[in-house]
């Protein structure tokens, strides 16, 4: 009987362990961040900084990596702004048992297949705090300029720790414009910068982000339980808002919102990783 007994305390402490252990590694990987966002984490809930008035962002990001390195860069701009996240997604069941290369090349394609971030929604405060398409076209091109012959997603079987790509998307806040993915990963850090090579424009009109001034960085991090998955803007030499025939567009926030709807996408990707 006290065996039994002892048996049963001892699994129960060990599912207590359990959960415990993701909010623990966390921070063990961000050691720098509040109690208040360990608890947004362990929630679910996405945590972010920005820059302006003084703002710190590289918190967000696992020292060494090389999100981190550019968080660090964007947060000593003294022009434009930048906004830090970060997340934590637990592994799903399929994810766990697999071993960490093939997890690498798993989310690496999950992340490259942004043809399913065609509908991508986002809520509006414009349109009263409704839902609306983001993102209506996304697709890779052949070359920089070449829109005649878009491609499918490409499928990787080897784990590239280099890689480069031109996207063509088309989104409601700045119409159709090109882009170049370049991806500097490792065995554990998944790091794809987007730069703009085309301008945002606002109502098709009015130029918001010259070509080059905008800087979009996704990543992932691998923990031993659970992915950190990171998101940097940064926009140089540009001030926050924009003001075109009274309408003013509040760039930060424009961005965030993007990062949001990245994110709400990305976890709906990695669900679908058998």
Not at 16 to 31: C, N, Q
Not at 55 to 62: E, L, N, S, T
Not at 75 to 83: H, K, N, R, T
Not at 185 to 212: C, M, R, W, Y
Request: charge should be neutral.
């Amino acid at each position: 009987m006290n065996k039994r007994f002892l048996f049963i305390v001892l699994l129960c402490l060990l599912c207590v362990a359990g959960l415990f252990a993701a909010p623990d590694e966390v921070r063990k990987a961000l050691p720098n961040l509040t109690e208040a966002e360990y608890q947004a984490l362990e929630e679910g809930q996405m945590v972010y900084g920005r820059t302006i008035d003084g703002g710190k962002i590289a918190q967000y990001f696992v020292e060494g990596s090389e999100a981190a390195k550019r968080a660090t860069l964007a947060q000593a701009q003294e022009s434009g702004f930048s906004i830090g996240a970060v997340s934590y997604i637990p592994y799903s069941a399929a994810l766990q048992e697999k071993q960490t290369p093939a997890r690498q090349l798993a989310i690496f394609n999950a992340i490259r297949a942004i043809s399913t971030q065609e509908g991508l929604t986002y809520i509006s405060w414009r349109a009263g705090n409704k839902e609306k398409v983001l993102i209506e076209k996304s697709s890779y091109m052949e070359d920089s300029k070449n829109l005649n012959k878009l491609l499918p997603d490409p499928v990787a079987t080897v784990f590239p720790y280099t890689a480069e790509s031109y996207v063509y998307q088309r989104d409601s806040s700045f119409g159709g414009n090109r882009y170049l993915h370049t991806y500097t990963n490792t065995d554990k850090e998944i790091f794809v910068e987007i730069s703009n090579i085309s301008n945002l424009k606002v109502l098709g009109l009015f130029t918001a982000v010259k070509s080059g001034q905008l800087s979009i960085i996704m990543g992932t991090y691998q923990l031993e339980d659970g992915l950190l998955l990171v998101a940097l803007t940064s926009v140089r030499d540009r001030s926050p808002e924009v003001s075109v025939l009274g309408l003013t567009v509040d760039l930060p926030s424009a961005f965030r919102r993007r990062i949001v709807a990245l994110q709400n996408w990305f976890i709906d990707q990695l669900a679908t990783i058998h």
